[in-house]
């Protein structure tokens, strides 16, 4: 008898498209029904749905009267896209904010192109110089002509109170998470309770109170721009949260970590900084990224105290007499808009998790 | 007295609450001595060694390393952590830094070493526990033997003066703990100070001055290997050496 010694490779698995569907979507009677009915929602959603938006939709024109078709009229967003873009920004001044924005498009297009050199600096550049040049291009100084916060609108308003919230949270949600667990109670009983009150209050209350009490609190005369104030409620209601979610993180990281760092000589902040923290803030990746979306989606409350964001905008210029009745097109444009804005921010939390992804 | 003194333990005692650990703990471990701590689980080894680098803190008593007492003062905590490296059982690797980053981490922000300096050592280190070929993997993508070599690596880039092990073959599969005990063996010819929680007697007897029983919190017998093996005079030990050996 001879044996045949042939390497064995792992079974083939030939499905081909028929393969795939029976596998995945005609299992059994079940899954069948539920391909079915879901093949069946879709055919009745989607068609009207694209005809409105693109196949009948108004595209060229400058007035409601150009809207002639059944679709969607998208002249309205295009005539007002100045306004929804930028507020009442001084339209000679505009190039100030798309300044701005080209900054920030370039530095974030180098982040995100793999294997290049000096990300660091990019990163130091937009977390410290990059601030300033945003104060003083937007609302002037330096010779530039001064634009009041209250001409601020649009998606640049909701940009810059959902950036400021999001980037000014999380160090400071990161030093109320570390406080909380401290062992000196003082400090741990301070963090708990800024944590909890503003964890109880509805952010719009948060708004308001910003808005109409805070100024009773502060002596005669010492008047905060409304923007700022807002911008303190946000981010302090953001911070309270991003710390219990930091809190998680570092409830889930085992004692040997701390013990390990600890026997090689490093000091809290060292540990902390260097061991603990990028651990688990590399866990919590996900449900910091909820965090901003959430803060991002929830800007659009700003409204309540007079500032025109974004959704506010849209839902502003629909009240013009000259485009009354375009609701729909407004409210359909912002959620497009937000979505691509939250759904890049979902997609880079994958992305980030996959690249600091070392094993454990 | 040639012999220079490096730990000093002067009649230690700990609770954990209700629980007496250490109970009048008494010890001199000389310059190049190796010890080596046995007893049964729970019987206060960990917690004896701990203290020295201050991971626990002792209530009563008196420890004194390489001159300088430990107190509640973070400046002569530090210091003598830098004096002295620790192994332990489960690695305790940093699992997000390369096996290189996690050699290096603590020469270059605890002793200030320059970057390129301190990576240098850190192969240098790693080449003698024979994982240099390794050095750019992460901790997860190493075998049990491997993590625990890196991690004596790691402690042994701070240059300390004495190494304490706990138990560092306990969580190995047994082909790998020779791999381990003869990096150890290596340590302890080149006149590093050691004290070793183990259950490995032939690597006790292999190197150890000394071996101390541990029960309840206290030191029951303390012998060179010979007598330890040949002539134990506690009840316990015997009971203990029957089971084990
Ligand atoms: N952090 C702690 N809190 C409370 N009890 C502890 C703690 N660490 C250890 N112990 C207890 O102290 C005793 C001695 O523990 P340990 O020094 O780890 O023993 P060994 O290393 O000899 O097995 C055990 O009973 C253990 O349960
Ligand atoms: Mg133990």
Redesign the pocket.
């Known amino acids: 008898m001879s044996t045949t010694n042939k390497e064995i490779g792992p079974p083939v698995i030939e499905l081909g498209v028929m393969g795939w569907l029976r596998k995945n979507l005609f299992s059994n009677w079940y899954n069948s029904l539920l391909t079915i009915s879901g093949l069946y929602l879709l055919y009745i959603l989607i068609p009207p749905l694209v005809n409105w938006i693109f196949l009948d939709a108004n595209f060229v024109g400058s007035t409601r009267d150009d809207c002639t078709n059944e679709g969607a009229c998208w002249i309205f967003i295009q005539q007002n896209i100045k306004l929804i873009f930028y507020g009442l920004y001084p339209t000679e001044e505009l190039w100030r904010v798309n300044f701005v924005y080209l900054i920030l498009l370039i530095s974030g297009i180098y982040l995100l192109i793999p294997n290049l050199k000096r990300k660091g600096w990019v990163g130091a550049f937009l977390l410290i110089i990059f601030p300033i040049i945003c104060v003083v291009m937007l609302s002037g100084g330096l010779g530039l002509e001064a634009v009041e916060t209250r001409l601020w609108g649009g998606l640049f308003l909701t940009l810059v109170i959902a950036g400021v919230g999001i980037v000014l949270s999380l160090p400071i949600g990161v030093m109320l998470a570390l406080g909380r667990r401290s062992k000196l109670p003082v400090v741990s009983l301070l963090c708990t309770i800024f944590i909890e009150i503003w964890r109880g209050v509805p952010l719009i209350t948060v708004l308001f109170m910003a808005s109409n009490m805070f100024p009773l609190f502060m002596p005669e005369g010492v008047n905060f721009d409304k923007l700022i104030r807002a911008l303190i409620g946000v981010m302090f209601f953001s911070a309270a949260y991003l710390a219990e979610v930091v809190r998680g993180g570092l409830q889930a990281m085992p004692k040997g970590q701390y013990e390990a760092s600890q026997a090689v000589g490093l000091t809290y902040w060292r540990m902390m900084a260097l061991v603990i923290l990028p651990q688990s803030l590399k866990m919590v990746i996900p449900a910091i990224i909820g965090s901003f979306i959430a803060i991002f989606k929830d800007t659009t409350l700003v409204l309540v105290i007079g500032l025109f964001d974004f959704l506010g905008i849209i839902q502003f210029v629909g009240t013009n007499p000259d485009w009354l009745g375009f609701s729909h097109e407004g409210y359909v444009f912002a959620a497009a808009v937000f979505w691509v804005f939250c759904y890049a921010m979902s997609w880079y939390s994958q992305r980030l998790e996959k690249k600091l992804d070392t094993g454990r | 007295m040639s012999s220079e003194l490096m730990i000093e333990m002067k009649n230690v005692h700990k609770w ?2 209700e ?1 007496h ?1 250490l109970n009048d703990i008494n010890l001199e471990i000389n310059k190049g001595e190796k010890i080596v701590i046995c ?10 060694i ?1 203290c020295i680098n201050r991971l626990e803190e002792h209530q009563r008593g008196n420890i004194i390393v390489e001159g300088t007492e430990l107190t509640n003062d973070s400046r002569s905590i530090e210091r003598i952590r830098g004096e002295v490296g620790m192994v332990f059982q489960q690695f305790n690797l940093f699992p997000h830094l390369s096996i290189l980053d996690n050699c290096s981490l603590a020469p270059i922000w605890v002793r200030k070493l320059p970057k390129a300096e301190a990576k240098e050592k850190a192969m240098e280190y790693l080449k003698r526990v024979q994982i240099d070929d390794q050095a750019h993997k992460y901790p997860a993508q190493l075998s049990g033997g491997q993590q625990q070599r890196a991690a004596i690596a790691r402690a042994l880039c701070m240059e300390p003066r004495i190494m304490l092990f ?2 560092p073959t306990s969580a190995l599969d047994p082909e790998m703990i020779k791999e381990v005990l003869d990096v150890m063996v290596g340590l302890a010819q080149g006149g590093m100070t050691m004290i070793v ?1 183990t259950h490995e007697m032939g690597f006790a007897k292999e190197v150890a001055d000394s071996i101390i029983f ?1 029960d309840e ?1 206290q030191i029951v017998e303390a012998k060179n290997p010979k007598d330890f093996f040949d002539n134990p005079e506690s009840e316990r030990t015997k009971t203990f050496l029957s089971q084990i050996l």
């Open positions: 954990f609450g629980l650990v007893g049964p689980s729970g019987s206060g080894k960990s917690t004896l701990r706990d138990e929680v541990m919190g």
